[in-house]
């Protein structure tokens, strides 16, 4: 490998300590006793930040997709002045500080990567996905106290012998991300893509796809599966026929899934897995329509999800909060103000009319240049693309508007979505 192959390796891993890796850097922390607290968290970014360090001058970077870049900044600089100002939870400052700070140290780095590190992304996405669902594998595996049906996510017991349970979310998401890469990989063509050995990397692939598919089957994320809904009909229509599909796995993987088919037959008779897998399904199917059921009739229903019930009671109360004092919206009510865990609506009621347009006028605009990667060529860009509809989806679901791990992805897509290289003279292509 040459010197620059080199260091955009190492760029590529950086970016996916801040993106893709974080719910491995959890199981090494929590399930493997690794580091205390958030200090190892914190030390793994730094590291990651290193490992994006190049050798260009601190005034050079990348031209990013300047209009998402232009809506980001005018959104966050509108929270950094709410944050510094109106901050109505201080007992946060500290951490979110901190976490400001990562971002924009992320920020600086994502500008000084070179273009061409989409061309090793995919295959490291793809690796680091496989370790990630081999770690909520083995967590499952060798927890006694787990149950088939439940939701799985990495458990763990603290030095004071207290026992907690992960947040099967980022399992579900890294599962996703595992699944879409690994697809894609299979399916397009590589001419975008650098592969260190062909036949391993499309075996990592199947076996991956699959691998990525139990575990957002275990880790029973309805926003996740959601996306996937979502997903597959854009792959489908805009990316690889049908055809195709049956073509590539007949060619080139008929033993793979020779062996798969006889040890699926092997475990159907022996451990019953047709009627796991039905339990499964029928577990989530009434989960998930209870859930529906309880959004669209704000818990008016005569069966409710308690999750979905949560955001119900935060919808009534900015309802009320609305009735009681709409001038308040104006200029909203402050960063902070209420955890409503949807994200959209929380920027209404912390930045106001102003904040709240320009949040929502930032996803749309992702919409529109997510849909023009499905479009593209590229493995990575249509990667982002789909993976844009998580986050989507996301917005509605869970969270708050300025958390880091939302940003992070905001970040990368800043950065790379329609940004893309012309592989005969290594310039940028920017398709705005």
């Known amino acids: 490998m040459t010197i620059k192959q080199i260091t955009l390796v190492k760029n590529a891993i950086g970016i996916l300590i801040f ?11 929590e399930k493997l006793g690794f580091g205390g607290g958030s200090v190892f968290t914190g030390v793994v970014y730094v590291m990651g930040l290193i490992l994006m360090l190049n050798h260009f001058h601190a005034k050079v970077g990348h031209k990013p997709n300047t209009f998402l870049l232009l809506l980001g900044g005018t959104f966050f600089s509108v929270a950094m002045i709410y944050f510094f100002l109106l901050n109505k ?3 946060m400052f500290t951490t979110d500080l901190i976490n400001f700070a990562l971002i924009f140290g992320f920020l600086f780095s994502l500008l000084r990567v070179d273009n061409e590190v989409q061309k090793y992304l995919p295959v490291l996405i793809l690796i680091i996905t496989f370790l990630t669902s081999c770690a909520l594998i083995y967590s499952v595996a060798t927890n006694p106290n787990y149950v088939f049906g439940t939701r799985a996510t990495v458990q763990y017991t603290s030095k004071t012998n207290e026992s907690f349970t992960g947040n099967p979310y980022i399992y579900s998401r890294n599962g996703l991300a595992g699944f879409l890469i690994s697809f894609l990989i299979i399916n397009r063509s590589w001419d975008s893509i650098k592969v260190p050995h062909a036949f391993f990397t499309r075996l990592l692939a199947h076996i991956n796809v699959w691998f990525s598919l139990i575990v957002i089957i275990l880790t029973q994320t309805r926003a996740t599966i959601l996306t996937l809904l979502m997903a597959i009909p854009c792959i489908l229509f805009f990316m690889v026929p049908m055809r195709s599909i049956f073509t590539n796995i007949k060619r080139q993987s008929y033993i793979f899934y020779a062996v798969i088919i006889a040890n699926l037959y092997y475990f159907a008779t022996k451990l019953r897995i047709v009627e796991l897998f039905d339990s499964y399904y029928s577990s989530f199917y009434n989960l998930f329509i209870r859930a529906m059921s309880t959004g669209v009739t704000l818990g008016k229903s005569s069966e409710v999800d308690e999750s979905a019930m949560g955001r119900v009671y935060n919808i009534n109360y900015v309802k009320q909060l609305w009735n009681t004092n709409k001038i308040d919206f104006i200029f909203g009510h402050g960063y902070r103000y209420r955890y409503i865990d949807i994200p959209i609506l929380e920027s209404l009621v912390n930045f106001g009319i102003f904040g709240f347009i320009l949040f929502a006028c930032f996803q749309l ?19 982002i693309g789909l993976f844009y509809l998580n986050t989507f989806v996301g917005m509605f679901t869970s969270g708050r508007p300025m958390d880091f791990a939302y940003w992070v992805s905001f970040l990368i897509f800043m950065r790379f979505m329609n940004v893309e290289m012309v592989s005969d003279n290594n310039e940028i292509k920017q398709a705005l």
Request: proline share 6%.
């Open 365 to 383: 605009t992702f919409l529109y240049f997510a849909y023009r990667c499905f479009k593209s060529s590229s493995i990575f860009q249509n990667f």
């Open 19 to 29: 993106w893709i890796a974080p719910p491995l850097i959890y199981f090494f922390k």
């Open 89 to 91: 939870e201080m007992t």
